[in-house]
Each structure stands twice: as structure tokens, then as C-alpha cells.
């Protein structure tokens, strides 16, 4: 399961000097092209509220092999969504479009990190593909 968060639906128009030109399409048609590629089953989400975020994990912890999100503005500040990663006990790969760590301080401490296997950060929408590319490895395992 893909999951973005907040604003995600506003890549190529936000601030396009950070985050690129590619929009939402863009980044699913790629998520699509990958997962085909590497004969994965995904379903693509995103959503500015972060009780459904929360709930799509619950859901991915039944129905779901592994987890890929760009948790957006939550990075830094949901415990949910933390706590719920950590309760689906399925492997995660976080995933963000600019390198959070060149970013403003507050943006700069990610508590999903604390349940992601791995994070790809700083690769464009490219990180999706990174992303994807490592959760297969994981859930093959």
C-alpha cells in the first residue's frame, strides 16, 4: 500500500522550486510502472486528514504485504500515525520528495522514521521508485 499525506495532491503547483514540476498522476503512473515491473500488487492513496491515513494503515495491516508512505507534514508531527505503523507490524519504506534534512529545523525530525525499515529522501518522485524497489526486497524476504 502506497499512503501520501497532506498536500501531496499539490505536487507540481506547490512551491515547484522544492518539490519538482511532477505532480500526483506523475508519481502513480511511475508507482504503477514499477510495481508492474516488479510484479507487485499496490493501492495508491493519498489524504489531507490524518484519521483516514490512520485508517488505511489499520486496513493495510490485514490486507497488505508492506507499506510505502510519504507521510508529508505528519512526518514531524503525528504520534498516530507512528503508533499505527508500529501496530501493523508490516515492513515500511518512508519516502519523501525533498531531503528533509536541508530543510527547516521543525521539518527535520521524522517520527516515522522510528517504525520505517528503510527512508528515501531527496530523490524527487524517483524516491518512490527507490521505495517500492526496496519494499519488494523486504517482503521477499
Not at 531531503?99 to 527535520?108: A, D, L, T, Y
Amino acid at each position: 500500500m502506497i499512503i501520501n499525506g497532506p498536500n501531496i495532491n499539490l505536487l507540481g503547483l506547490r512551491e515547484p522550486h522544492l518539490y519538482g514540476t511532477d505532480n500526483i498522476e506523475d508519481v502513480k503512473r511511475l508507482c504503477d510502472s514499477v510495481a508492474e515491473e516488479l510484479g507487485l500488487q499496490i493501492e495508491f492513496h493519498q489524504s489531507n486528514h490524518e484519521g483516514e491515513i490512520v485508517d488505511l494503515i489499520q486496513r493495510a495491516r490485514t490486507e497488505a504485504d508492506g507499506i510505502v508512505i510519504n507521510p508529508a507534514g505528519y512526518t514531524s508531527t503525528s504520534i498516530a500515525i507512528l503508533d499505527t505503523l508500529l501496530a501493523a507490524e508490516l515492513p515500511v519504506v518512508e519516502v519523501h520528495v525533498t531531503n528533509i534534512h536541508r530543510r527547516e529545523q521543525f521539518r527535520q525530525h521524522s517520527y516515522v522514521s522510528h517504525a520505517a525499515s528503510a527512508v528515501v529522501m531527496g530523490a524527487g518522485i524517483q524516491g518512490y521508485e527507490f521505495a517500492l524497489r526496496r519494499l519488494a526486497t523486504l517482503t521477499a524476504a
